[in-house]
T-cell receptor
Framework: DGGITQSPKYLFRKEGQNVTLSCEQNLNHDAMYWYRQDPGQGLRLIYYSQIVNDFQKGDIAEGYSVSREKKESFPLTVTSAQKNPTAFYLC????????????FGNGTRLTVT | GQQLNQSPQSMFIQEGEDVSMNCTSSSIFNTWLWYKQDPGEGPVLLIALYKAGELTSNGRLTAQFGITRKDSFLNISASIPSDVGIYFCAGQDLEYGNKLVFGAGTILRVKS
C-alpha cells in the first residue's frame, strides 16, 4: 500500500537537544512538506521541497532544518534554537500538478521538557 | 500571510442532526479543500473543490466553492458518532506557490 510514514509516533527530548523526525513516502510524489500543529490553531508550514536537493522555508522555519537527499525522504530536525518545540508535527506529500491535494502522514508528537 | 477564518470553532450536536461549517478569506483561492483529522492521526482529504460555484458531494458530505472564490462551506447530513474529529478547510493558490493555507479547524463532537 502506498502512503506516508512518519516515525516515531511519540518522541521525548530534553531541552537543548536537537531531534530529527523521519518522513518517508512511497507515493512517488515530487513535493514534500512539514507542518506544525498546535491546539486551536491551523496547520502552519515549516519547510517544503518540490525537488530533490532543493527546499524552501515556510511560514515558521526558524529553529528547524531539513534535507532532501532522496525523493522518498524528507527528515525534519528540530534544533535547540526552536523556542517552543513541543507540538504535533505532520509530514505531507503531493504531486507537482496544479491544484494537487496534499496527503498526510499520521504525525509525530514531540514533547520537550 | 494569507489567513482563513473558519467557524464555528467547535460544535456539540445530537446524532442525526445536520452540521454546517464554513471558511472565509480576504484572499482569492483557486482551490478549496476540506480535511478531517481524527485524534492523534494525520488529516484525511474529504472533498476538493476546483471551480467557483462548484457544489460537490461525498456520501453525507457536501461542500461548495463560493462564487467570490473567498469562501467555502461544508455540510454533513445525519451526523453519526464516527463523524467526531477536527475538520479543516484549506485554500490553495498558485500565487502562494501552490501551498495550502489552513483554517484553525472546527472540532465536532456528537452526542449519541
Amino acid at each position: 500500500d502506498g502512503g506516508i510514514t512518519q516515525s516515531p509516533k511519540y518522541l521525548f527530548r530534553k531541552e537543548g537537544q536537537n531531534v530529527t523526525l523521519s518522513c518517508e513516502q512511497n507515493l512517488n510524489h515530487d513535493a514534500m512538506y512539514w507542518y506544525r500543529q498546535d491546539p486551536g490553531q491551523g496547520l502552519r508550514l515549516i519547510y517544503y521541497s518540490q525537488i530533490v536537493n532543493d527546499f524552501q522555508k515556510g511560514d515558521i522555519a526558524e529553529g528547524y532544518s531539513v534535507s532532501r537527499e532522496k525523493k522518498e525522504s524528507f527528515p525534519l530536525t528540530v534544533t535547540s534554537a526552536q523556542k517552543n518545540p513541543t507540538a504535533f508535527y505532520l509530514c505531507a506529500s503531493s504531486t507537482m500538478g496544479y491544484n494537487s491535494p496534499l496527503h498526510f502522514g499520521n504525525g509525530t508528537r514531540l514533547t520537550v521538557t | 500571510g494569507q489567513q482563513l477564518n473558519q467557524s464555528p470553532q467547535s460544535m456539540f450536536i445530537q446524532e442525526g442532526e445536520d452540521v454546517s461549517m464554513n471558511c472565509t478569506s480576504s484572499s482569492i483561492f483557486n482551490t478549496w479543500l476540506w480535511y478531517k483529522q481524527d485524534p492523534g492521526e494525520g488529516p484525511v482529504l474529504l472533498i476538493a473543490l476546483y471551480k467557483a460555484g462548484e457544489l460537490t458531494s461525498n456520501g453525507r458530505l457536501t461542500a461548495q466553492f463560493g462564487i467570490t472564490r473567498k469562501d467555502s462551506f461544508l455540510n454533513i447530513s445525519a451526523s453519526i458518532p464516527s463523524d467526531v474529529g477536527i475538520y479543516f478547510c484549506a485554500g490553495q493558490d498558485l500565487e502562494y506557490g501552490n501551498k495550502l493555507v489552513f483554517g484553525a479547524g472546527t472540532i465536532l463532537r456528537v452526542k449519541s
